[in-house]
């Protein structure tokens, strides 16, 4: 799984890390002072490590828990967002990670318990209902087997209802969640693109119909399930496209009980746009005709294909389950 483990001298002694290192004994074990050592070298090739990535175990420090973007998430309360973990197990060619970040090493930082202290910090300071997105820097349940992140943090705000844990994922790896009471202030949110694009730039992720699957046995087993169409890329058969995987979502789970569906346009920053197409100088996405706005690359609709997409979602949903990812 990985091409070797390297571990802050910080954490080596803290018990998560020693059974990780126990665990993958065979791996070569690596010490360094600080991850950025490694994670953040000159001279790195995204896309070679990204077929043999290494973990680095590490602690992070400072703002732990932070506000989430504008337009990231839905309404109900003061948004954060928190990364125990940089870089995802999966290789979508259109992931902004592949141009934040000079390595496609994995991060995974150990120290939850000062995550947990930060995030109850913030529950109290919200004075009222709270969202925490766990996903935007990697995908967590991808990485669940490894991290355990579920089995530590479920627990944390199963004692805090009045804050909402949004797990956004791509991943099948619902085993933890299944093994557990639901938490009715936990939605999973599973990402879709349509089957034409998904085969084209969703390198290793799941298929849909796995997906699909593993939605229908958390809504059997009590959790509520919420749906993210991103990012739309626009094509000549994209509304088509899109049609066939709302009748196939929508003809297996319960509409009733879903959380929310979004829809977000491919977006990124600026800079980030531009590394990517470094790497990838052949890849037919980026020669697409683009526009810039506020420091954020967006790929030309000159069909207005986003408002006709949102007019066909809602024949399917309630017009109250629906937002805008902006």
């Keep these: 799984m990985f091409s070797a483990i390297y571990i802050e001298s910080e954490v080596r002694e803290h018990d998560r890390v ?3 290192l126990e665990r993958f004994s065979s791996i070569p074990h690596i010490d360094c002072q600080r991850y950025g050592e490694v994670f953040n070298r000159k001279r790195q090739s995204f896309r070679i490590q990204k077929k043999f990535p290494a973990l680095i175990l590490a602690k992070k420090y400072g703002n732990l828990v932070l506000p989430s973007p504008d337009g990231y998430g839905f309404d109900g309360g003061k948004s954060y967002y928190f990364s125990h973990m ?40 919200s004075d009222g209902p709270s969202i925490y997105y766990s996903g935007y820097d990697c995908d967590s349940l991808a990485f669940e087997p490894v991290s355990k992140f579920c089995d530590y943090f479920l627990p944390v705000f ?16 619902i085993r933890s969640l299944l093994d ?49 169409f991103e990012p739309i890329i626009w094509d000549s058969g994209l509304l088509e496209n899109y049609h066939k995987l709302f009748m196939e979502i929508f003809h297996r789970i319960d509409i009733d009980g879903l959380h929310s ?16 197409v470094k790497l990838y100088p ?21 069909e207005d294909s986003l408002r006709q997409l949102e007019q066909i979602l809602l024949r399917y949903i309630k017009p109250e389950q629906y937002y805008r990812c902006a």
């Design 18 to 20: 020693k059974e990780l």
């Design 261 to 276: 569906a979004s829809i977000g346009e491919f977006r990124m920053p600026t800079s980030f746009y531009k590394n990517i």
């Design 180 to 228: 557990v009471k639901p938490l009715p202030n936990c939605i999973v949110a599973m990402s879709f693109t349509s089957d034409e694009a998904s085969l084209r730039y969703e390198h290793k992720v799941p298929a849909i119909q796995k997906r699909i699957e593993v939605l229908q046995k958390l809504q059997q087993a009590g959790w509520s399930v919420a749906l993210r």
């Design 158 to 173: 199963s004692k805090h209802t009045s804050a909402v844990l949004e797990i956004r994922t791509k991943s099948t790896q």
């Design 282 to 302: 052949d890849e037919e996405l980026f020669a697409r005709e683009t526009h810039i706005d506020n420091g954020l690359v967006t790929l030309i609709d000159k």
């Design 86 to 125: 940089l870089n995802c197990i999966y290789d979508c060619r259109y992931c902004f990670l592949q141009g934040m970040y000079r390595s496609a090493n994995y991060v995974l930082f150990v120290n939850y318990e000062d995550f947990e202290s930060q995030i109850i910090e913030s529950i109290k300071a």
